[in-house]
Nanobody, 120 residues
Framework: QVQLVESGGGLVQPGGFLRLSCAAS????????MRWYRQAPGKEREPVAT???????SYADSVKGRFTISRDNAKNTMYLQMNSLKPDDTAVYYC??????????????WGQGTQVTVSS
């Protein structure tokens, strides 16, 4: 079964940095678009960054210039480097990916999320 697992979250002070990872596992043939979402308490989940299969990134306006999305196709993994963190960045961060696999052929998957807390 295909799974996405996020890691790297934690507590950091404003202005600090974190790097999140999202590792896909299972009988995977390939991964198309991958995205990072985040969800703060009481709010809807919102997209943060997207990276295409060719490596082209795009970002929400709120994180442009501070976050960098990347991927390592050989490891079926993507990353989110978060710099100059603000309290408003506090949320659970989720991995989302379009994956081709033996079990499902083509499907979309969510990770379980990793908590990022920015506080002094």
């Amino acid at each position: 079964q295909v799974q996405l697992v996020e890691s790297g979250g934690g507590l950091v002070q404003p202005g600090g940095f974190l790097r999140l990872s999202c590792a896909a596992s299972g009988s995977i043939f390939g991964i198309n678009t991958m995205r990072w979402y985040r969800q703060a308490p009481g709010k809807e989940r919102e997209p943060v960054a997207t990276i295409t299969s060719g490596g082209t990134p795009s970002y929400a306006d709120s994180v442009k210039g501070r976050f960098t999305i990347s991927r390592d196709n050989a490891k079926n993994t993507m990353y989110l480097q978060m710099n100059s963190l603000k309290p408003d960045d506090t949320a659970v961060y989720y991995c989302y990916a379009h994956i081709f696999s033996r079990s499902d052929s083509s499907n979309y998957y969510w990770g379980q999320g990793t908590q990022v807390t920015v506080s002094s």
